[in-house]
């Protein structure tokens, strides 16, 4: 009867999982349950806040009165000074056109209406921070689709276009409309990607794969000095995408930059995971990857300690295999390097919206009847964090206005990215998003809690400005945890990708570097921000001259593997493992 009854209770949760994974397909991955709940809180608490009601009429009433004011003086004076800007980061109404009457009463409107409901979804007493966060995301995913800016006769520059060229652009946008409808449905790459391959122009730095087993290949790449530092650095990327971001073209590859000034470098190339590969957690990934490559590298290249360097997700998986070393007394490590790494999830900026447990049971859900989560279902999710620029301005200028934006290596990268097994993605949403167990001294592994603060060797962490997947705020935080013997922070310009594809020469790049030693007193980061002096360029220099810093000299370059211990070259880089779909 017992048996029986577990059967029944696991074909009743399997059922439950099979439909909300079903809700999933149909939702994009949104959870309607969560979305249902955090609008009616919001409302209930608006319903019973007579004062919040009153200050939004009489906001309602002053916008309405100034866009009155603004469209009466701007119908006679075309140059009228406008009543509202638009924020920074919003670049959808740059086009001179927008200043013409009526098109500036539009957008003008608009930015009021946009700028009221800001006030509606926040401020609210008795709403908790998430709710707020999940209202207002969704309030400014409702806007940002019915922008002026979206609305062909509403746009001045679609219209202006339009009639300049006799409708051809229209023609165009329907051609790569039908174009990116049926690589969609074929579950084809984005147009373009085709220009850019894999081992032809992108990852093409020389070297050989040293070493292979299930979950990844460890790459060595080929000297081109006539001596090497002594410690060779590793480098590990998320495994959510490919790792040929740090070896991208050979103009911005940060692999070449690095052989090239004398590293010896070693890279972790993921494999990319399928459903019989469910069952593979977290502590697979630190011992069958992290730790698997360090003892091949100490095999290939003994007595050296080794400069481990892990970017986003491959940075975390870094930090807690670094954290268990300095536990248990394993001092091979010579310095940590932390590319847009969290290491505290309690602010996570507007991804947290997708954290809450309705929206993690559904992916979980979604897991568990594939085996993995795509990646496609991922990338949708960052792209609705900033849908503005990544979805709506992108079919203005590809649809309407006719203009195919064109390919470049990092958006072929970003469309080629691989899946995250059941169990691992879900330890990280549990045990790392929602529990925040690193930060807190919880996370467990063999039996016993790590701490970040046992890392004693230097640390050098990079975050970026505009990053909407690791707000540097959060990055920061890891001056309250390292005890390490010193931290160098840098906060850079561009996004969580363009702040670290960040070669010399490129206009516009800058970025603050500051170092806080053992024992020193550290800034809260907005005061670091004010007094941190900005130097205009690149990072990667600066990075380089710390890792010359903290190595012990130059030996000659080393064999590619260790033939004579097991470590006969497989294969010429980029491996095997980084083609597979």
Not at 22 to 45: E, K, Q, R, Y
Not at 213 to 241: C, D, F, G, K
Not at 281 to 296: P, S, V
Request: net charge negative; glycine share 8%.
């Amino acid at each position: 009867m017992g048996d029986r009854a577990l059967y029944e209770s696991e074909w009743l949760e399997s059922a439950d999982r099979m439909t909300n994974a079903a809700i999933a397909h149909a939702t994009g991955g949104i959870s309607p349950t969560s979305v249902a709940m955090d609008l009616f809180g919001w409302m209930a608490h608006l319903a019973s806040s007579p004062g919040k009601q009153f200050e939004l009429g009489q906001k309602a009433v002053r916008k309405a009165l100034r866009l009155g004011r603004y469209a009466a003086t701007c119908a006679a004076d075309p140059g009228a000074a406008p009543c509202i800007e638009p924020l920074a980061q919003d670049h959808r109404f740059e086009h001179e056109a927008w200043q013409r009457f009526p098109y500036n009463v539009i957008y003008q409107a608009f930015l009021l209406d946009q700028q009221w409901w800001h006030n509606a979804t926040t401020g609210v007493r008795g709403v908790s921070k998430h709710n707020e966060e999940a209202v207002s995301f969704i309030t400014r995913q409702v806007l940002d689709m019915f922008s002026p800016s979206n609305i062909p006769f509403f746009n001045p520059e679609i219209v202006q276009t339009t009639l300049a060229e006799g409708g051809a652009n229209l023609l165009r946008g329907a051609q790569n409309f039908a174009e990116d409808l049926r690589r969609g449905i074929r579950g084809e790459p984005p147009a373009g990607t085709e220009t850019f391959q894999v081992g032809k122009n992108l990852a093409v730095t020389p070297g050989k794969v040293v070493y292979r087993n299930r979950l990844m290949e460890l790459i060595q790449y080929t000297p081109t000095t006539a001596s090497v530092q002594h410690e060779p650095v590793l480098m590990q990327s998320a495994w959510m995408m490919k790792y040929y971001i740090l070896d991208l073209s050979p103009h911005n590859s940060l692999v070449k930059y690095l052989v090239d000034r004398g590293h010896t470098v070693f890279m972790i190339s993921w494999l990319n995971p399928g459903p019989e590969d469910r069952d593979l957690g977290l502590e697979d990934y630190r011992k069958l990857g992290t730790m698997a490559a360090i003892d091949a590298i100490s095999d290939i290249l003994p007595d050296r300690k080794i400069h481990a360097v892990g970017y986003c997700l491959g940075g975390i998986l870094l930090t807690i295999a670094a954290a268990v070393m300095a536990r248990d007394g394993d001092d091979r490590l010579a310095s940590v390097t932390l590319f847009t790494t969290m290491t505290d999830f309690t602010e996570v900026g507007e991804i947290n919206v997708f954290m809450d447990a309705g929206e993690v049971t559904m992916l979980e859900d979604i897991m568990w009847q594939k085996g993995y989560l795509d990646h496609k279902q991922i990338s949708g999710g960052f792209q609705l964090l900033k849908s503005a620029d990544l979805i709506w301005s992108k079919m203005v200028r590809e649809y309407y206005l006719g203009n195919r934006e064109p390919m470049f290596d990092l958006m072929a990268w970003n469309a080629d990215g691989t899946r995250m097994p059941y169990r691992q993605h879900s330890e990280v949403l549990r045990r790392l998003y929602v529990d925040n167990e690193l930060f807190e001294g919880k996370y467990m592994v063999g039996g016993r809690a790590i701490s970040i603060s046992n890392i004693h060797c230097p640390i050098f962490a990079v975050a970026a400005v505009a990053d909407h997947v690791a707000p540097w705020h959060s990055v920061y935080k890891l001056h309250l945890q390292s005890d390490a013997t010193e931290l160098t922070f840098v906060l850079t310009s561009g996004g969580h990708n363009v702040g670290i594809v960040n070669e010399p020469g490129r206009p516009r790049r800058k970025f603050q570097m500051a170092t806080c030693k053992e024992g020193e007193r550290c800034l809260d980061a907005e005061t670091w921000k004010a007094q941190t002096p900005v130097t205009q360029g690149s990072w990667w220099p600066a990075w380089d001259q710390w890792l010359t810093q903290h190595s012990s000299g130059g030996v000659t370059p080393p064999l590619m593997g260790a033939p004579d211990k097991g470590y006969e070259p497989l294969c010429d880089a980029p491996g095997t493992y980084v083609y597979q779909k």
